[in-house]
């Protein structure tokens, strides 16, 4: 996993909870880097798994409700660093369909050994379903970043979430209705 994606979420816990608990999580996770991430390096996903679930126990706030948060937290630093990829959108849906063809096509080139989830979007008038295919166990990641999109565009938007698996993937649909 890109190492942007854990400095994103060690500020994040910096911000939203302290500085000291940032330090007693990294502590408590006992993760192999020691907590000494840089946006450039590449770290096993598993590590921000243990982190999450040590600020989990430190703040006694689910894994889900965290990732969520940093979900959130993530698409303003997104909007804040690579605006262009919203300056054109109009709307949530334009965005989220988007994603997986545009977004991820330009991470790919800066960073090709970035392992990104798939997104299928199908647009139905005022309903999005949006289908998320990974490895990792992410799917709440997604939510947070879909939740924060709502927001973003200034929509009010209804979201339902569905799990499965299918062989080693994670597989979640969601459906966005204006």
Not at 149 to 165: A, I, M, P
């Amino acid at each position: 996993m890109k190492g942007m994606v854990f400095t994103e979420f060690m500020e994040m816990v910096e911000e939203s909870f302290s500085p000291e608990i940032a330090d007693r999580m990294i502590v408590d996770a006992n993760v192999p880097s020691g907590g000494a991430y840089t946006s450039v390096g590449l770290y096993d996903y598993k590590e921000i798994l243990s982190l999450v679930t040590a600020l989990s126990k430190l703040t006694e706030t689910s894994v889900s409700e965290l990732v969520r948060a940093f979900g959130r937290y993530l698409l303003g630093r997104f909007v804040e660093g690579h605006g262009h990829f919203f300056a054109n959108m109009d709307s949530t849906f334009d965005f989220l369909e988007s994603v997986n063809d545009t977004v991820h096509t330009e991470v790919l080139k800066l960073y090709p050994d970035a392992q990104l989830p798939h997104f299928n979007t199908e647009r139905q008038g005022s309903t999005l379903v949006m289908v998320y295919r990974s490895k990792r166990p992410f799917a709440d990641l997604a939510e947070g970043l879909i939740l924060s999109s709502f927001d973003h565009f200034n929509e009010k938007v209804t979201l339902q979430r569905e799990d499965s698996r299918d062989g080693d993937y994670n597989v979640s649909r969601f459906v966005l209705k204006i």
